[in-house]
């Protein structure tokens, strides 16, 4: 056992019982480094990361390696999903230096915790002109022994290109018609009219991408934004990348085709997913974006709830196959033989052109990936229904994936509010009660007695590791979509205590961001990423949060921060709008208000219900009655229902509509 073994990251725990002496991330590592006069070797991955088992199998587990290793180096491991700053400034460094990353992440730095060499994976044996993991220790260690003068000046150098690199608001005002239409244009370059999507492979799910296109098109009814929403969601949904038997998403695709993922499942993209589909469905009443969103809910309730009332990280890539292999996607895919085996002949051969199962296979060693090919023409649903029974039940035979189920606080935000508002919508009161237990857990863990964010906790217990920007934008946005759907307006006033922690402890100059506080832990650079990449980025999703509870509030100093977040937005739509979709969709909402609806009636009657299938972007929706329901939300002040019914009244820009009792009338008003 090495200095992992008292820790709370599974990803961690995986590498306690290697020969290598990993310490965690701390100050203790480093000064263990400094005593030596050695360097550290840093290693960031995941639990579910594919190359990080394969190098850890490869080298981690190699007696040779550790023996080395542990004589020249002070290793340090770190789970980026728990210590999204250190990931973040490290693969800045990473980027800047070879002009790509990944994980897992392989730096070396001074005792000073100075980056001078990079990596990513790196092979036992030297192949396709990459150096063998031990050629590069022993290189590392040549420079260290030989040449320290340089590796201090490239060290020096490194840093001082990272500081040099601070941001500013990114440009003056908020994003406007101009800046939007921009964006748009560049997603329509970049759209593949064939598959859906946006570049080529690997292909990412664009999940934030696809909420910008659905509010502008409910704001301009813009034609071509819809159908790019709406062909991707459908080609995504018929492809391999999406779990045909058991729902659920895969983290991409390897191929523009959405036909092989590669077979990680993570909560964030589950819940975003899930969330997309979901507002398909309000736009179009798709009944396919209506089946996905609940059976992606149903695959995170099923599978990724914890016992504690959270969710977990993610489900692993790999599995033990049947012959013992640890390999990846055995759990997913199948040959014909297999499907005959479960279904005998002619189901099998009905299951084999109806999920694309070839002879051949699109997957590895013959085997495929199930998908829906689309070319079998009218088929029977009750005996698709039972065919997808029995493979499933079969699947549940074989040995599951992995689960990392440590609570992350942001990614359980993003679950609260997709299974909220898919609960809203399809009258599943248990996935809002689900998302209300998981929010019990963030404020009786994450938050606890501190009154500060954790951001990780695991059976029940917060982790040692300080939340960042984007716990506390997620899990305001998780908090506010709950107190629309519930009513309760307790989850309004913690959403607001979450945001005046940002607006102390987050905010700079000119309306920017920080992802730490101002009291966090200083690096060799405050990690500041406007960008979002697989989630929201801190920044965009403070900005949605922040302007959403102005709109509930009345707050200015809310309605400003919004707006000085969202200058970078009106820098970057224009250029880089594949990377600041949820940042674009956060604009709509600005530019469209957003609309302020307070419904004085029963939450979940019928002009609650309508309210929140409004398609106005960010419209902010308050429910209740009685005398007391002014205390609970500011918009049902001086509200009171017209004529004894029940009533809506809509606000945007200060200026009100007047009120309405006719559900149809409402949906009128909040169609965009």
């Known amino acids: 056992m090495n200095r992992l073994a008292g820790v709370t990251s599974p990803y961690l725990l995986q590498h306690a019982d290697n020969p290598v002496d990993w310490w965690p991330w701390g100050s203790e590592a480093f000064e263990e480094a400094k005593r030596r006069d050695v360097p550290v070797l840093l290693s960031v991955g995941y639990s579910a990361c594919h190359w990080c088992h394969v190098m850890a199998h490869e080298s981690f587990e190699d007696e040779t390696v550790a023996t080395y290793l542990n004589a020249h180096f002070v290793p340090v491991k770190v789970d980026r999903e728990e210590r999204p700053d250190i990931d973040a400034v490290y693969m800045e460094a990473v980027q800047a230096a070879t002009g790509h990353g990944g994980w897992p992440m392989t730096v070396f730095l ?192 099923r599978e990724l709830r914890t016992a504690e009332g959270g969710f977990a990280s993610a489900l692993d890539a790999d599995s033990e196959d049947a012959d013992g292999r640890h390999v990846e996607g055995a759990y997913y895919v199948w040959t014909p033989a297999q499907l005959r085996e479960v279904l005998g002949e002619d189901d099998a051969a009905f299951a084999a052109a109806y999920f694309g199962v070839t002879e051949k296979g699109t997957f590895e060693e013959g085997a495929s990936v199930l998908r829906l090919p689309g070319d079998t023409g009218p088929v029977d649903a009750a005996r ?80 040692d590791n300080a939340g960042v920007l984007e716990d506390y934008g997620d899990v305001a946005e998780g908090f506010l979509t709950l107190a629309a759907v519930t009513g309760e307006g307790a989850w309004l006033e913690f959403a607001g205590f979450l945001l005046d922690i940002v607006l102390e402890q987050f905010t700079g100059e000119g309306g920017q961001l920080y992802d730490t506080a101002h009291d966090a832990e200083q690096l060799i650079r405050r ?74 009636g029963p939450v979940g009657g019928e002009l609650h219900r309508t309210a929140l299938l409004g398609r106005a972007p960010g419209a902010v929706v308050a429910a209740g009655e009685g005398p007391g329901a002014g205390a609970e939300f500011p918009l049902l002040v001086d509200r009171p229902p017209v004529g004894g019914e029940p009533t809506a009244y809509v606000c945007r820009h200060f200026v009100c509509d007047a009120p309405t009792t006719d559900a149809g009338e409402l949906a009128a008003k909040l169609g965009g």
């Open 110 to 301: 001074t005792p000073d915790a100075e980056p001078f060499y990079f990596g990513t994976y790196f092979p036992p044996e030297a192949r396709h002109g990459s150096p063998s993991f031990q050629q590069v220790l022993e290189g590392v260690v040549a420079a260290w022994t030989d040449r320290r003068e340089e590796v201090a000046e490239v060290a020096e150098r490194i840093v001082a290109d990272l500081a040099g690199r601070s941001l500013v608001h990114g440009g003056d005002g908020v994003p406007g018609e101009s800046e939007i239409a921009q964006a748009l244009l560049g997603l329509t370059r970049e759209y593949d009219e064939q598959h859906g999507g946006f570049g080529g492979a690997p292909k990412f799910p664009p999940s934030m991408v696809v909420e910008f296109l659905l509010r502008h098109y409910a704001r301009t009814g813009s034609e071509g934004a819809l159908q790019m929403a709406a062909d991707t969601c459908s080609a995504m949904a018929r492809g391999g990348i999406y779990d045909q038997l058991g729902g659920g998403f895969a983290r991409y695709s390897v191929d523009r085709k959405w036909v092989v993922p590669h077979f990680e499942k993570m909560l964030y993209d589950n819940a975003l997913l899930c969330r997309v589909y979901a507002h398909l469905w309000r736009t179009t009443g798709s009944d396919e974006a209506r089946r996905i969103a609940l059976e992606t809910a149903d695959f995170m309730v």
């Open 384 to 463: 698709v229904a039972d065919v997808r029974g029995r493979l499933l039940a079969a699947r549940e035979e074989r040995l599951r994936p992995g689960l990392d189920d440590k609570v992350v606080a942001a990614w359980n935000g993003l679950a609260i509010a997709a299974l909220a508002e898919t609960g809203a919508y399809f009258d599943r009161p248990d996935l809002v009660e689900r998302a209300t237990e998981a929010a019990d857990l963030l404020v009786r863990v994450h938050l606890g007695e501190v009154a500060r964010l954790a951001r990780t906790s695991k059976d029940g217990q917060a982790g």
């Open 527 to 600: 990690p500041q990423d406007p960008t979002d990449s697989a989630t929201p980025s801190g920044w965009t999703a403070a900005a949605g949060a922040l302007l959403s509870y102005a709109a509930y509030t009345g707050s200015e100093a809310h309605r400003t921060a919004a707006e000085g977040a969202l200058g970078v937005v009106k820098a970057l739509g224009p250029r880089v709008p594949r990377f600041v979709g949820w940042g674009l969709a956060v604009a709509e909402a600005l530019l469209d208000g957003p609309r302020e609806v307070a419904v004085a």
